[in-house]
Each structure stands twice: as structure tokens, then as C-alpha cells.
């Protein structure tokens, strides 16, 4: 495995290179305006296989669709939103304080097709049939995380602060009036379960920002045991 520590990566692009990163860890590196498998076609995507990051920091990259299996990043710095677009993971592993991610099921922004994001929902099926488990989370403190695309029931992770919620229970709660039961502070996780309906998903996992402030992490957290507690999420 060849290893970096201390080092700054810049401007590095991968625009459908079809790259193979492999075989490789990065400590305490920098990632400046870097972008990874940019690209509208499934042909192209890059693949990320056997990585370890450790206390590095990315300010300003992008992620496009590309498969990562047996990557492990403990600690990650991130200036903003770190998007990735449709990534197919496969035995990814996320730990300690950990910046704010989201994950996207789209293939990129408002410029891929329809007939496009129908070749990446296709692959998505088929790539997750054979998957053991995608993405293990379960030690992770997030800033801020939003997860779409990736079966909830692959996703290992802690039940105190990131719950299981199935589209099967949350369309029958939703005929029981349940936001009447949550205090009056609970105001994200109710939109974040419609917003979860209206995507198509079969289930999702939500999860408290334990890194953000405390007195958003204290309502989030609170929220969350709300939903467990009136039984909308799965029980563990």
C-alpha cells in the first residue's frame, strides 16, 4: 500500500477518466479543489478500492457516481457541503468527526437525463443485490449528514443516534396524524420524512448531527428518540 502523510493535493481533475484508485493511504493530507470521476456516464465512472484516509481535510472538491469499496476514513474536515453524486459503496467505513456529507441517488445536477439517471438507478439495483453491507457509520460524529440512494437496511450504524425509517410504516403513520404527537420543536425530522416519500426509497436512515452545536444537536437528537418513541422508526 503506498502512503501519503503531510501532503497537499491541488486542482487534481478526473473528468470520466475511468480511473482505478487503489491500494493507498493519505494521513493528515489536504485535498484543495480536487474533483473525482466527474461524469454523466456509467461507462466512465472511476473505482476507489482498498483506501484509508485519516485525519484529512477537503476544501472545495467534487465527487461524481463511482464505485468505493473497502475504504475506511476516519476523521475528515470539510469547509462546506460534500456532496457525492450516486457513489455505489461497498464496505465503506465512516468514523470519528466527520464534517457535513450528503449523498445523493442522482447522478449529478439538473444536466443528467432522465434516461441517464434510469442507467445508474439500473446499476444501483443491481450493484446493491450483491452487496453484504454498503456503508458502516455506526462511530461516526457528523456535522451534518444526509444519506439518499443507499439501502437503509445496508447501512450499519448506532441506534442512539441514527435510526432506521421503512417507506412501508411511514405510510401508515401517515394516515394516524403522528406529527400531532411530537413536541412542537420537532420541526425537521417530520419534512425530512416526507421529503424521504416523495423520493421512491424503500427506506433510509436519518442521523443526528452529534458534531454540529449542541443546542442543534440536543433537538435533533431529541427528535429522533421522538420518532423511535411514538414507533415510526424500525426497532433495532
Known amino acids: 500500500m503506498k502512503e501519503f502523510k503531510n501532503e497537499t493535493f491541488s486542482r487534481l481533475f478526473d473528468r470520466g477518466d475511468r480511473r482505478r484508485i487503489e491500494d493507498m493511504a493519505f494521513h493528515e493530507c489536504q485535498f484543495e479543489n480536487c474533483a473525482l470521476s466527474l461524469t454523466e456516464d456509467i461507462a466512465q465512472m472511476s473505482e476507489v478500492r482498498r483506501v484509508e484516509m485519516v485525519d484529512c481535510a477537503i476544501n472545495g472538491c467534487h ?34 468527526e466527520i464534517g457535513k456529507i450528503k449523498i445523493n441517488a442522482n447522478g449529478g445536477t439538473s444536466t443528467v437525463s432522465r434516461r441517464q439517471q434510469q442507467f445508474f438507478d439500473e446499476y444501483r439495483a443491481k450493484f446493491y443485490a450483491g452487496v453484504e453491507w454498503a456503508l458502516d457509520i455506526s462511530k461516526a460524529s ?65 442521523v443526528a448531527p452529534l458534531g454540529a452545536a449542541k443546542a442543534k444537536r440536543d433537538v435533533m437528537l431529541n427528535g429522533l428518540h421522538e420518532l423511535r418513541r411514538i414507533g415510526l422508526a424500525e426497532p433495532d
Open 63 to 96: 465527487t461524481g457516481p463511482m464505485v468505493a469499496s473497502e475504504v475506511t476514513i476516519s476523521g475528515l474536515k470539510t469547509n462546506d457541503l460534500l456532496i457525492f453524486w450516486s457513489p455505489f459503496l461497498d464496505r465503506v467505513v465512516l468514523s470519528g
Open 142 to 206: 457528523f456535522k451534518e449528514f444526509d444519506i439518499r440512494g443507499v439501502p437503509g437496511k445496508l447501512i450499519r450504524r448506532d441506534p442512539e443516534s441514527q435510526i432506521l425509517i421503512t417507506r412501508e410504516r411511514a405510510l401508515e403513520f401517515a394516515t394516524r396524524g403522528w406529527e400531532k404527537q411530537l413536541d412542537s420543536s420537532n420541526k425537521i425530522w417530520p419534512f425530512m420524512v416526507n421529503l424521504f416519500l416523495s423520493d421512491g426509497d424503500a427506506d433510509t436512515v436519518f
